[in-house]
């Protein structure tokens, strides 16, 4: 059973960075850098969606919500079996739990990373 750990977020002013990262493990079934991956956010009373998302292999391509669009970077160290999320410019309106996982979400959702932007 994979599992997906989340980390490094936290609180921060409007305008400001956070890189998010996500760690994979228990991969047993498949390498890792085969599957698409997305990072997903929730915010209180919202369902969650999809900000961003990086092609399999590689990751040479990417595509991000229109909301976080030229203020998010998603990337992948396959190696590590880990996604990143760097997120500049920060708004109040990204305060949500961001998660990552596949681009179809067949595997376990982890913990989530809470992101609380200030204004």
């Known amino acids: 059973q994979v599992q997906l750990v989340e980390s490094g977020g936290g609180l921060v002013q409007a305008g400001g960075s956070l890189r998010l990262s996500c760690a994979a493990s228990?991969?047993?079934?498949?390498?890792?850098?085969?599957?698409?991956m997305g990072w997903y956010r929730q915010a209180p009373g919202k369902q969650r969606e999809l900000v961003a998302a990086?092609?399999?292999?590689?990751?040479?391509?990417?595509d991000y919500a229109d909301s976080v669009k030229g203020r998010f970077t998603i990337s992948r160290d396959n190696a590590k079996k880990t996604v990143y999320l760097q997120m500049d410019s920060l708004k109040p309106d990204d305060t949500a739990v961001y998660y990552c996982?596949?681009?179809?979400?067949?595997?376990?959702w982890g913990q989530g990373t809470q992101v609380t932007v200030s204004s």
């Open positions: 228990r991969t047993i079934f498949s390498p890792f850098s085969i599957n698409a």
């Open positions: 996982n596949t681009r179809t979400t067949n595997w376990p």
């Open positions: 990086i092609t399999s292999g590689s990751g040479g391509g990417t």
